[in-house]
């Protein structure tokens, strides 16, 4: 769709036509090297073209799948109150942390307070594991767990940061410990 006009500005009129050829100036590349390359082109090209078929297989079962014995303590949500055919038991709650969940499964998954419970939840079984490692003569290696190393070689920045605020949040909380003793 060229047009022959004659004007008195300088510019090419040709609208992308060889950036298939010239591509800002360098030269094409040759992108059959590229894997993945062209796969929506030709099907016989296709790497998956031997594993896809038309029309798709269909071998899901579309019956409900029997229903998992239940032998540990499953928290239901309101929203669905009826145990799901399968379901994952290998935690069941226990201790603090367990009474913290099931006050988060008396609400709603929509109500903020449900998973503000639950992430405390986390964050109390953490401690309880903590407890119940060193009751067993087992002392954890806190740092390497929390991958203080590989933060120190490739975030020593965010791993300062993140010292400072624990340190400035346990300065703060030694001196209202003994402030409070103090009275």
């Given at each position: 769709?060229?047009?022959?006009?004659?004007?008195?500005h300088?510019?090419?009129?040709?609208?992308?036509?060889?950036?298939?050829?010239f591509?800002?100036?360098?030269?094409?590349?040759?992108?059959?090297a590229?894997?993945?390359?062209?796969?929506?082109?030709?099907r016989?090209?296709?790497?998956?073209?031997?594993?896809e078929?038309?029309?798709p297989?269909?071998?899901?079962p579309?019956?409900?799948?029997?229903?998992?014995?239940?032998?540990?303590e499953?928290?239901?949500?309101?929203?669905?109150?009826h145990?799901?055919p399968l379901?994952?038991?290998?935690?069941?709650?226990?201790?603090?942390?367990g009474m913290?969940?099931?006050?988060?499964?008396?609400?709603?998954?929509?109500?903020i307070?449900?998973?503000l419970?639950?992430?405390l939840?986390?964050?109390?079984?953490?401690?309880?594991?903590?407890?119940?490692?060193?009751g067993?003569g087992h002392?954890?290696?806190?740092?390497?767990?929390?991958g203080?190393?590989?933060?120190?070689q490739?975030?020593?920045?965010?791993?300062a940061?993140?010292?400072?605020?624990?340190?400035a949040?346990?300065?703060?909380?030694c001196?209202?410990?003994?402030?409070?003793?103090?009275r």
């Open positions: 769709m060229a047009h022959d006009h004659h004007h008195d300088d510019h090419d009129h040709n609208q992308g036509r060889d950036l298939a050829v591509q800002h100036g360098r030269p094409p590349v040759d992108r059959s590229i894997q993945g390359w062209g796969a929506d082109l030709d016989k090209n296709r790497p998956g073209v031997p594993m078929r038309t029309p297989r269909i071998d899901a579309l019956t409900q799948p029997e229903q998992q014995p239940q032998h540990v499953v928290l239901l949500s309101p929203e669905r109150p145990m799901t379901f994952g038991s290998p935690n069941p709650p226990r201790g603090v942390s913290v969940r099931r006050a988060a499964f008396k609400e709603t998954e929509n109500d307070r449900h998973w419970l639950l992430m939840a986390d964050r109390i079984d953490v401690v309880e594991g903590l407890v119940e490692d060193l067993r002392v954890p290696n806190i740092l390497g767990e929390m203080i190393k590989a933060e120190w490739h975030n020593k920045r965010g791993l940061q993140k010292v400072a605020i624990g340190a949040v346990a300065g703060i909380a001196y209202l410990y003994q402030r409070r003793d103090r």
